[in-house]
């Protein structure tokens, strides 16, 4: 592995090599900066942005409320669901991290001992990302943008062959993409009933937006109707 390294024949390797190189070059504190962000920062960047976004669709309420936090609450439970398959996809592919195999890489993390394909936060923020672009488009690119970055972070560290991170993001896009449809028929139903609830029904719609819509007023519409057909007659 170490020749095709230096011949340049194995694209995945050279491409390594390349882009973990630039940390070669960069300042120390540079290094731990992507160190931070690579291995918690944007994890912690993605639930910041699931909780904005999920602020901003309770706050504007209106019909698809519902559904929008339905896929909000799939999102997570994709990029979970995602990291559970990809357990036996790494026990059975058994590939090493980079740095076992090939030498002179500048690693920022040590300590990690399990198996390289496919990456687990590859996995997890490209699911989340997808799983928010199903709820909202603005924050579902925003969120794609962040996993791309948490993809180039794990091979600059030298912990993930690029293979290894667009595994992690095919598969963190098919299990939010394919059991969207089953997950949705069985989420939306639950948080309309949540909408409905008296006690928490603020976590699907504010009040401000309940008020304008008249939704904390089951009798609202109905009047309303009627009101209008007495105007009528």
């Not at 999920?54 to 559904?67: I, T």
């Not at 609830?197 to 009798?219: D, E, H, I, T, Y």
């Amino acid at each position: 592995m170490a020749v095709l390294a230096e011949s340049g024949s194995n694209p995945d390797v050279g491409l390594l090599y390349d882009i973990n190189g630039l940390a070669k070059d960069a300042p120390h504190w540079f290094d731990r900066v992507m160190e931070f962000v690579g291995e918690y920062g944007l994890l912690l960047g993605m639930v910041l942005l699931v909780l904005w976004c999920w602020w901003s669709v309770r706050r504007r309420g209106g019909e698809e409320a519902a559904s929008s936090v339905a896929a909000l609450v799939w999102a997570p439970l994709a990029a979970g669901l995602a990291v559970l398959v990809n357990v036996p996809i790494r026990g059975f592919v058994e590939r090493p991290r980079p740095f076992v195999d090939h030498q002179g890489l500048d690693v920022l993390v040590s300590g990690k001992t399990d198996f390289s394909f496919v990456s687990d936060h590859a996995t997890i923020t490209m699911a989340l990302g997808v799983g928010l672009f199903v709820a909202n488009r603005r924050f579902g690119l925003a969120g794609i943008g962040l996993a791309l970055l948490e993809g180039f972070c794990r091979v600059y560290m030298g912990v993930h062959y690029p293979t290894d991170v667009v595994g992690g993001f095919a598969l963190g896009t098919a299990v939010a993409l394919l059991l969207s449809p089953p997950a949705m028929a069985l989420l939306t139903p639950v948080m309309k009933a949540v909408e409905r609830s008296g006690r928490a029904g603020w976590l699907v719609r504010s009040r401000s937006a309940g008020q304008q819509r008249g939704a904390l007023f089951p009798g609202a519409r109905k009047a309303l109707e009627t009101e209008e057909r007495d105007l009528a007659a």
